[in-house]
């Protein structure tokens, strides 16, 4: 079994920045993402790390204003957000599998409760 505990959400206007952070207890994992779900809305994919490799990977919609990173120490995975549009508006979700990494929430076997994060015009 793998825990992970997200934190960091909050309200913050066009253009400031946000850091989440994904804690994680329990069995080692391959990859950790972050997903995103705006009201009415799918869940959609925003950055994931491969644990291990560090490899990095983003949506199109972020890139070059999130960054995902990790602690190993810590066992913490964050995504620095900058530059928040009201668009980025949504419930961040943290994924985690011990096998496989993808695009999709439904390919990680493991996921937090979310963080809210409400970007204001």
């Known amino acids: 079994q793998v825990q992970l505990v997200e934190s960091g959400g909050g309200l913050v206007q066009a253009g400031g920045s946000l850091r989440l952070s994904c804690a994680a207890s329990?069995?080692?994992?391959?990859?950790v993402a972050w997903f995103r779900q705006a009201p009415g809305k799918d869940h959609d994919f925003v950055s994931a790390?491969?644990?291990?490799?560090?490899?990095?990977y983003y949506a199109d919609s972020v890139k070059g204003r999130f960054t995902i990173s990790k602690d190993n120490a810590k066992r913490t995975v964050y995504l620095q957000a900058t530059n928040l549009k009201p668009e980025d508006t949504a419930v961040y979700y943290c994924?985690?599998?011990?096998?496989?990494?993808?695009?999709?929430?439904?390919?990680?076997?493991?996921r937090g409760r979310g963080t809210q994060v409400t970007v204001s015009s």
């Open positions: 994924a985690a599998d011990e096998f496989a990494m993808g695009r999709d929430i439904r390919q990680f076997e493991y």
């Open positions: 329990g069995r080692t994992v391959f990859s």
């Open positions: 790390i491969l644990w291990n490799k560090g490899n990095t």
